[in-house]
């Protein structure tokens, strides 16, 4: 799982040194060790929670399949004024653990505790 969190982590690190913010993305670790980046794609520009919705669908789809162990979305969010990565973790696609992480950018150098 740490190994999940910290993909997330390192994904979402690059989206806000590229453009400041990301919209939700995933990601799954399989039985092999493997780590498969998950994306779901609208058409029409749609909302984050709408975004974070279709990922979740999707989690409850592939965590069915063979060989996925955990699925993780990492959510661009704010906690008390403060920029903050929300992961959110399953392992059976119905109960979701999830962690929040404040994040600082400075001169496009990006730190997430």
């Known amino acids: 799982m740490e ?3 910290k993909n997330i982590k390192d994904q979402a690190k690059v989206y806000l040194q590229d453009a400041g913010e990301f919209f939700p993305f995933g990601a799954k670790l399989m039985s092999n060790g493997e780590i498969i980046p998950v994306g ?7 909302n984050s ?8 669908k999707a989690a409850i789809e592939e965590i069915k399949k063979e060989g996925v162990l955990w699925y993780a979305i990492g959510i661009d969010v704010n906690v008390d004024s403060k920029n903050a990565l929300m992961i959110k973790l399953t392992n059976d ?11 600082n950018i400075i001169d496009k150098n990006v730190t997430i505790d």
Do not use: S
């Open 3 to 5: 190994v999940l969190i």
């Open 93 to 103: 696609g119905k109960e979701w653990y999830q962690g929040i992480y404040n994040y």
């Open 49 to 56: 929670q709408e975004l974070v919705g279709l990922l979740e």
């Open 40 to 46: 779901v794609y609208v058409e029409n520009y749609t």
